[in-house]
């Protein structure tokens, strides 16, 4: 089953010659459950691609459907409140609230969102998390990779049709890193969860079902 596809997708920044093309025409479609790396040198579109995926700008042209949904059709609240519950994003830089403990942070959407927190899911994710010895930390409290994981934590949270991980390791000495990559394989196998993952490193990107590698804002490669 079909849960995101991407039609014809167009970036473009400035006009004349100031005219850069940051994504040129993509199209392609993910199946629900799947994890998908999206790999890339620096400024060859995958990062502005991962943002038109999760609401976070407007295309210059083209659609994005995630569950059916065009998500270009709504007015800005109602894409806000369609990202909010239906893209987990997780971030190279953790931007966890500093004066919020673990799991407060990891239910913040849900708060903004005025929706009940269901405990039992909250005790799941902490235990999948390894978290659950310190959910009443800070962040300063934590290390890198722990953090990490409570932003990953922060995006399944809502049970998201699809995650979008923006160099998730990006940030971590390789230990951590394979911990969170191992992390993001197992929420995938053991929730189902459609994952999308942005990375320059290809070690990483062949822990992940399917690899597309985009070049001067064209997909040049899949497999």
Known sequence: MEILRVEKLTKIYGKGENKVVALDNVSFSVEKGEFVAIVGASGSGKSTLLHLIGGVDRPTKGKVFIDGKNIYEMNDDKLAIF??????????????????????????????????????????????????NRKTHLPNELSGGQQQRVSIGRALITNPAII?????????????SDEIVSLLKKSNKEYKQTMIMITHNMEIAKEADRIIKIEDGKIVEEN
Do not use: M
């Open 164 to 176: 979008l991980a923006d160099e998730p390791t990006g940030n971590l000495d390789s230990k951590s």
């Open 83 to 132: 990202r909010r519950r239906q893209i987990g994003l997780i971030y190279q830089f953790y931007n966890l609230i500093p004066i919020l403990n673990v799991e407060e942070n990891i239910t913040l959407p849900l708060e903004l969102d005025k929706r009940a927190v269901d405990k039992s899911h909250l005790d799941e994710l902490l235990e999948l998390l390894g978290l659950k």
